[in-house]
């Protein structure tokens, strides 16, 4: 969001939250934990949707040293060298996760993936799909040199080992090899169980949710400025920690 806000012309409006996972359970829990299908709807028809994700190495070394910082029992007492080696079965129960929460979002062709470390390794690349994704002619330069960007905000971009391309100095290649098969073999068996969700096929069905979303109780997203959006109570409530940014034309 850092990144766009400095790239892209005004005017825009971003909204950042988290998800845990997509489902289609109407329970209590999952509902308050992750996107369900008309959440997901209701998101397509207020603007145009991009799944940001890590590398599934990365999220993993990362993992370590956040768990590490506040002595979860899950790495209590693991070196680096035991955790990458499974022991206890901890690494790969991070792996599952990682496939959980972003396998299912690539059966919804409408959404734009982007990898992180995709905004490092080629920039200009991914102005342009963002550009095109989302209306802007990418023709234009680019209002900031994105060699900039990476001095310009510790939020913008990290490096070193606790995560981007940080498995690369902590990992071998036959370690890196061998994670990506486990992710693989993973996300084979979740696709077999993927949660898809098509937007909505008729005019009638989306003036159906709408009215919907107007008649249910809903919440805000965004900030005490009035930035943002309401959201309908069947949206998870995760999204309460949404983040908003109003994009202004430069002065």
């Not at 997509?22 to 369900?36: A, F, H, M, P, V």
Request: a positive charge; charged letters at 25%; one cysteine or more.
């Amino acid at each position: 969001m850092d990144t766009l806000a400095k790239i892209l012309p005004p005017p825009l409006r971003l909204v950042k939250t988290n998800h845990v996972y997509l489902t289609n359970s109407t329970t209590k829990d999952d509902r308050e934990q992750g996107l369900n299908c008309r959440c997901l709807n209701f998101l397509r028809r207020a603007g145009n949707l991009i799944h940001a994700h890590r590398d599934v190495r990365d999220v993993i070394i990362s993992s370590f040293y956040y768990m590490h910082s506040y002595n979860a029992a899950l790495v209590r007492g693991l070196t680096m060298e035991q955790y990458l080696a499974n022991k206890n079965g901890v690494r790969n129960h991070i792996i599952a996760k990682w496939v959980n929460t972003t396998t299912p979002f690539f059966a919804q062709p409408d959404i734009l993936h982007l990898y992180f470390t995709d905004t490092v390794s080629g920039f200009a690349h991914v102005h342009d799909k963002l550009s095109a994704f989302l209306g802007y002619d990418h023709s234009k330069p680019l209002r900031m040199d994105p060699r900039k960007l990476k001095s310009a905000s510790s939020a913008v971009f990290r490096t070193g080992g606790k995560g981007d391309h940080g498995y690369k100095m902590e990992m071998s290649s036959g370690m890196q090899s061998g994670i990506l098969q486990i992710a693989r073999d993973m996300e084979h068996w979740k696709r077999d169980n993927m949660v898809h969700c098509p937007p909505h096929a008729s005019l009638l069905e989306k003036m159906r949710e709408e009215l919907r979303d107007r008649l249910e109780d809903s919440f805000w997203v965004g900030d005490e400025k009035g930035h943002g959006m309401f959201v309908p109570a069947y949206c998870p409530k995760i999204m309460k920690t949404g983040k908003v940014v109003e994009l202004h034309h430069p002065s």
